[in-house]
C-alpha cells in the first residue's frame, strides 16, 4: 500500500529517503533504550523495512554503483551489524532471542537495517556472475522448476521440521542431546539439513500444484478499496492467531472468528475465488 509513495519520495529525494527513515528508526530504537519508551518501537515496522525496501529502488534504478562498491557497502553493513551486537544492547540473534523481552524482529530494530545492507550488497555483487550462470538452459530450467513452488516450500519446511521433530521427541529425543555450537552439532547439520529435505520433497511436489493456480489473464482485478480492506481483514486474524493462538484467546470463539477473518479478508481481496 505505501509502495506508490515510497517510490515518488525516492524518485524527488534519492538516497536521502532511505537515510531519513534510518534515522527515525535510530531515534525510535534511542527511545527504546535508553529512555524505556517502547510503545513508539511498534512503529519500526515502518521505518525498518521502508528502510530496506528503498535499497530496492536503489537497485531497480541503477544507483548501487560497481561491484567494488557494493562490497564496500557489505563490509559496512557488517560492520554496523557487529559493533551493535558486540558493543551495543542488540541481541546476537536476528530471529527471536533468549531473552523474552528484546528481540531484533519484535518489534524490529535497527540491526535488520544494517543486516539488511550487507546481504543486499553481499548479493547484488554476485548479480552478473549469477545472471551469466543463467544463461545455460539446464540450470535456468531448474531455476523455474523450484521457483514455480518456492512458496510451497517456505510454507512446509518449517511444519516438517516440526513434526520430524516432534516424532524424535516421543521416540527418546534421538537428535535432541548435541550441545550447539560444537563440532559435533556442527557436522551433523548437514545430516539434519538432508533428511529434512526428503521429507519436504513429496510433500512441496504433491502440494505445489496449488502454487501455480493462478488468474486468468482476463480476470477482473479487485477495487482498490477491496483489496486494502481484505489485506487489514487477513493481517487482523493472523495477528490475533499468532497472539492467542487456539483455545487460549481472552475470548471465547476467539480463534475461531480469527480463522474467519483471514478466509474472509483473503475472499475480500480476490485470492479465494468464492469473493470473485
Known amino acids: 500500500m505505501l509502495a506508490p509513495t515510497a517510490y515518488r519520495f525516492w524518485r524527488r529525494y534519492g538516497f536521502v529517503s532511505f537515510w531519513v527513515f534510518v534515522a527515525v528508526a535510530i531515534l525510535i530504537d ?12 511498534w512503529t519500526n515496522y515502518f521505518w525498518v523495512w521502508l528502510a530496506v525496501h528503498q535499497l530496492g529502488f536503489a537497485w531497480r534504478d541503477g544507483r548501487m554503483g560497481s561491484v567494488p562498491h557494493l562490497l564496500v ?17 542488540y541481541p546476537l540473534a536476528m530471529v527471536g532471542s533468549p531473552d523474552e523481552g528484546l528481540s531484533n524482529t519484535l518489534p524490529p530494530k535497527v540491526t535488520l537495517v544494517a543486516l539488511g545492507v550487507f546481504q543486499f550488497g553481499l548479493l547484488l555483487s554476485l548479480e552478473g556472475p549469477m545472471r551469466r550462470a543463467l544463461d545455460s538452459l539446464r540450470l535456468w530450467a531448474a531455476t523455474v522448476l523450484i521457483n514455480s513452488m518456492i512458496m510451497t516450500v517456505y510454507l512446509w519446511h518449517i511444519t516438517i521440521m516440526v513434526l520430524f521433530g516432534s516424532v524424535l521427541y516421543l521416540s527418546g529425543g534421538f537428535g535432541f542431546g548435541i550441545e550447539p555450537g560444537t ?36 480476470a477482473s482485478v479487485p477495487p482498490a478499496a477491496r483489496q486494502v480492506t481484505g489485506a487489514i481483514m487477513i493481517g487482523l486474524g493472523i495477528a490475533l492467531l499468532a497472539m492467542w493462538g487456539f483455545g487460549s484467546g481472552p475470548m471465547p470463539w476467539l480463534d475461531v472468528a480469527a480463522l474467519l477473518l483471514v478466509l474472509a479478508g483473503a475472499g475480500m481481496s480476490g485470492v479465494l475465488r468464492f469473493f470473485r
Open 30 to 41: 534511542g527511545l527504546f533504550f535508553a529512555a524505556d519508551v517502547r510503545w513508539p518501537s
Open 73 to 89: 557497502y557489505s563490509a559496512l553493513g557488517f560492520g554496523v551489524l557487529y559493533g551493535l551486537i558486540n558493543y551495543g544492547p
Open 183 to 218: 563440532t559435533e552439532w556442527w557436522l551433523t547439520r548437514p545430516v539434519w539439513i538432508g533428511v529434512l529435505l526428503l521429507l519436504l520433497l513429496p510433500v512441496a511436489l504433491v502440494l505445489s500444484p496449488l502454487e501455480r493456480q493462478g488468474r486468468g489473464a482476463d
